[in-house]
C-alpha cells in the first residue's frame, strides 16, 4: 500500500510563492501518474495539475495555467507543485494524489491514493 505525505503548506500573501513536496512511501510505483488538487470550505474538490509517470507530459487547470509547475523525482519518489502569483481565492486544502495509470488524468475516480492534504492559506 502507498501513502503520500503533502507539505510545504502555509500562509503567504498574495502574489507570493510556496512550493508543495508530496512524498510517496510504502509500495510505490513510479509509473504512476501523478496530480494535485485542491478544496476550499464548502466547494468540491478542484483538479489543480497532472503529471504522467515518466514527468514528459504535464496538464493544468486554465486558473493555473503559467503560474503553477508540476514536476517530479521518480528517484525520489516525490512530485511537487510550484505556486506563483497567488490569489487569495486560491486558498484551500491542497491534495496530491497517485493514478491508477500512468497517463495524466483530471478525473478524481481516477486516483486511488490521496494524500491527507496540506493547508495554503493566502492572504489578502
Known amino acids: 500500500q502507498v501513502q503520500l505525505v503533502e507539505s510545504g503548506g502555509g500562509l503567504v500573501q498574495a502574489g507570493g510563492s510556496l512550493r508543495l513536496s508530496c512524498a510517496a512511501s510504502?509500495?510505490?510505483?513510479?509509473?504512476?501518474?501523478m496530480g494535485w488538487f485542491r478544496q476550499a470550505p464548502g466547494k468540491e474538490r478542484e483538479f489543480v495539475a497532472a503529471?504522467?509517470?515518466?514527468?514528459?507530459?504535464?496538464y493544468y487547470s486554465d486558473s493555473v495555467k503559467g503560474r503553477f509547475s508540476i514536476s517530479r523525482d521518480n528517484a525520489k519518489n516525490t512530485v511537487y507543485l510550484q505556486m506563483n502569483s497567488l490569489k487569495p481565492e486560491e486558498t484551500a486544502v491542497y491534495y496530491c494524489?497517485?493514478?491508477?495509470?500512468?497517463?495524466?488524468?483530471?478525473?478524481?475516480?481516477?486516483?486511488?491514493?490521496w494524500g491527507q492534504g496540506t493547508q495554503v492559506t493566502v492572504s489578502s
Open positions: 510504502g509500495r510505490t510505483s513510479s509509473r504512476s501518474a
Open positions: 494524489a497517485a493514478a491508477q495509470g500512468s497517463i495524466w488524468t483530471r478525473v478524481p475516480s481516477d486516483y486511488n491514493t
Open positions: 503529471i504522467s509517470w515518466r514527468g514528459g507530459s504535464t
